[in-house]
C-alpha cells in the first residue's frame, strides 16, 4: 500500500503558485519521497524526489519538513499545462532497486 | 532527451489470446519494470526486472503473466490467456540505477 496521503483535488489559478501537500507519517530515515504527475492517460512523468533537503528544479521545488513526515510540492506558476493528477511517493526499497508505489494522488486544476 | 519507447500504442484483442507488449527501455538502463492502469484507477506495480531476471512481483502478475529480454534492448511483457480483467493501460518504465524513473507513454490493452 502506498505510504501517502494526498487531497483528492486542488485548483490554482493560472499564474499563482500550486502548493500541493503530502503526508507521509510513517517514512523511513532512508526513504525517499518522488513526485510524478499524470497528463490525461499518458505515462507518469518525474517532477523531482528528495530525502532531507528541500529541492528545486526547473520545473518546481520540493519542502521536506524536518521531521520528514510530510512534503509539499511547490509549482511557482502554474499554467493551464499543468493540470494534471499529481502523486506523492514513497520510494520502497526491494533487495534489486526500488519500485514507486502509487496513491490515488491530487488532481490539479489549474484555472484561468 | 532519452526516452522509453512503448509499442504499440493500443491494441485490441480477444479474450483468451496471448498479446505481447514491447518496450524499449533506455539504453544504459539496467532496472526494468512494468506497470497498470486500470481506467480511473491507481498506477499499480506489476514487476521489476533486473540481471535477465524478475526482482519482485506483485499479486497481480501471477502465472499468466511473462517478462523477457530477449536480445538485450526489448523489455517485453506476455500475457498469455488474457481476460477482460486484463483490459488497462501498461507503462513500462526504466531505470539506470534504480533510482530515477523514466516511463514509458503506454499501450492501452482493450479485450473484448
Known amino acids: 500500500d502506498a505510504k501517502t496521503t494526498q487531497p483528492t483535488s486542488m485548483d490554482c489559478a493560472e499564474g499563482r503558485a500550486a502548493n500541493l501537500p503530502c503526508n507521509h507519517s510513517t517514512i523511513s530515515g532512508n526513504e525517499y519521497v518522488y513526485w510524478y504527475r499524470q497528463i490525461h492517460s499518458q505515462g507518469p512523468q518525474y517532477i523531482i524526489h528528495g530525502l532531507k533537503n528541500n529541492e528545486t528544479n526547473e520545473m518546481a521545488s520540493l519542502i521536506i519538513t524536518e521531521d520528514r513526515k510530510s512534503s509539499t510540492l511547490i509549482l511557482p506558476h502554474a499554467t493551464l499545462r499543468d493540470t494534471a493528477v499529481y502523486y506523492c511517493?514513497?520510494?520502497?526499497?526491494?533487495?534489486?532497486?526500488?519500485?514507486?508505489?502509487f496513491g490515488a494522488g491530487t488532481i490539479l486544476r489549474v484555472k484561468s | 532527451e532519452p526516452e522509453v519507447t512503448q509499442t504499440p500504442s493500443h491494441q485490441v484483442t480477444q479474450m483468451g489470446q496471448e498479446v505481447i507488449l514491447r518496450c524499449v527501455p533506455i539504453?544504459?538502463?539496467?532496472?526494468f519494470y512494468w506497470y497498470r492502469q486500470i481506467l480511473g484507477q491507481k498506477v499499480e506495480f506489476l514487476v521489476s526486472f533486473y540481471n535477465n531476471e524478475i526482482s519482485e512481483k506483485s499479486e497481480i502478475f501471477d502465472d499468466q503473466f511473462s517478462v523477457e529480454r530477449p536480445d538485450g534492448s526489448n523489455f517485453t511483457l506476455k500475457i498469455r490467456s488474457t481476460k477482460l480483467e486484463d483490459s488497462a493501460m501498461y507503462f513500462c518504465?526504466?531505470?539506470?540505477?534504480?533510482?530515477?524513473?523514466?516511463f514509458g507513454s503506454g499501450t492501452r490493452l482493450t479485450v473484448v
Open positions: 539504453s544504459n538502463h539496467l532496472y
Open positions: 518504465a526504466s531505470s539506470e540505477s534504480g533510482y530515477g524513473y523514466t
Open positions: 511517493i514513497v520510494r520502497v526499497a526491494m533487495e534489486y532497486g526500488n519500485k514507486l508505489v
